[in-house]
């Protein structure tokens, strides 16, 4: 009779079968083992991203209000109590929120809010700045200190009381959206590179594609006269 295969062979036999159904079991878990690692490796990776532009946004809020509160108080002004308090609650904030994911909406726009109080007891007319909050916060979350440098950069390069200055801030809440319009007229500044804004805002484009990466749009027009920032956040 014909030759036919070795008993052990590969070829036509159940064991041959059975060991090629092994070997691609094989390749296949370790190919879904491989992009698992992966996968987590991206994941710590963009953690660790993350952690790294908070930390870096997190000191400049705190010197930018730390300054203001020196100004008040080498004037002796009698607004400096309460922008102590102001103060003591943005320090706050910043240490018991900003290592989490999300926050409350509301302590978000509570901290914003303190911000630009703080700015407006350095403001001796405060007739140029509009600050306006549309719809309710309550019952949503938000990535904490993710928008506060559109606002501070508004104050930074917008704020000069020899010139035609002019601000607004317009923070609106939708059922699902949150909207942050911010504007200023461009005047004439001073101050030394390491105050500039540019990074923090550049950190902040960087955390809205990490975190909210198909949740968000983001358009900034800088015209020769105006800087303009408008941003919607998707937070369902």
Do not use: C
């Amino acid at each position: 009779s014909p030759m036919g295969p070795p008993p052990n062979s590969f070829f036509g036999r159940p064991e041959g079968g059975s060991f090629f159904q092994f070997l691609l079991v094989l390749i296949l878990s370790i190919m879904l083992r491989t992009r698992n690692q992966l996968r987590m490796l991206n994941s710590e990776k963009l953690r660790a991203e993350v952690s790294y532009l908070k930390a870096q946004i997190n000191p400049h809020f705190l010197f930018n209000t730390l300054n203001s509160l020196y100004a008040l108080t080498i004037a002796k002004s009698d607004d400096a109590p309460d922008a102590v308090i102001k103060l003591s609650n943005m320090m706050r904030y910043v240490v018991t929120e900003s290592s989490s994911d999300l926050v409350p909406l509301e302590k978000e726009i509570n901290y914003i809010t303190d911000y630009i109080d703080m700015q407006k007891l350095r403001i001796s007319d405060d007739s140029n700045l509009e600050y306006t909050i549309i719809g309710n916060p309550q019952g949503k979350q938000i990535a904490p200190l993710v928008v506060i440098p559109f606002i501070e950069n508004a104050f930074k390069y917008g704020v000069n009381h020899e010139e035609d200055w002019h601000i607004s801030i317009v923070i609106e809440v939708t059922e699902n959206d949150f909207i942050l319009a911010v504007k200023n007229n461009k005047v004439k500044v001073s101050f030394s590179d390491d105050e500039a804004t540019e990074q923090g805002i550049y950190n902040t484009q960087k955390r809205l594609e990490i975190i909210y990466p198909s949740q968000h749009e983001l358009t900034i027009k800088d015209e020769p006269k105006t800087f303009d920032v408008r941003l919607r956040i998707n937070l369902s």
